[in-house]
Every structure is written in C-alpha cells, then in structure tokens.
C-alpha cells in the first residue's frame, strides 16, 4: 500500500492524500508537480526512475488506511542534487 507522503522532498510543499500535485517514483520518493517537472525534469533524484502521478485514495478508505505523517526532506533542496 502506498505510504502517500505529505510533503514535496525538495521544497516541503504540503501535498495532502487528494492533491493532484504529487509525483512519486516506484520507490515512493514523493515531490510536488513544479519540483519534479522543472527542477528534475520527471526523473527522480534518489533512484533515476521516472516521477508519474500519485494516485489519490478515496477519501473513505483514508479512516482505516491513512497516509503517512512523516515528512522527507532534503536538507540542500534538490537543485544540488538534480
């Protein structure tokens, strides 16, 4: 199940379990739709795999299956690492 992540990796935007703005990679690194577009250019920084949309869960199925509450940041933002 995907851990649906809170926040962008580069610039810590919040992106909630609905947001149409999250991208993640197939190892779940997650970052908000500008980050991954112009700053890694749909490639991820961690891995080198592809950055797609996230997909949304339903909102009731969040009450026994919540996203995660941990935020990943990378403390140099990304532009370091792109």
Known sequence: MLQLRP???C???D???ESTEARICSFEC???AS???SVLGGKC???GGE???RPR???NKLVNNPASTERVLKPAGCSKVA
């Open 7 to 9: 926040n962008c990796e």
């Open 11 to 13: 610039c810590d935007k």
């Open 15 to 17: 992106l909630p379990p």
């Open 30 to 32: 997650t970052f908000c």
């Open 35 to 37: 980050c991954a577009e």
């Open 45 to 47: 920084p961690n891995c």
């Open 51 to 53: 950055l797609v949309v």
């Open 57 to 59: 869960r339903p909102a």
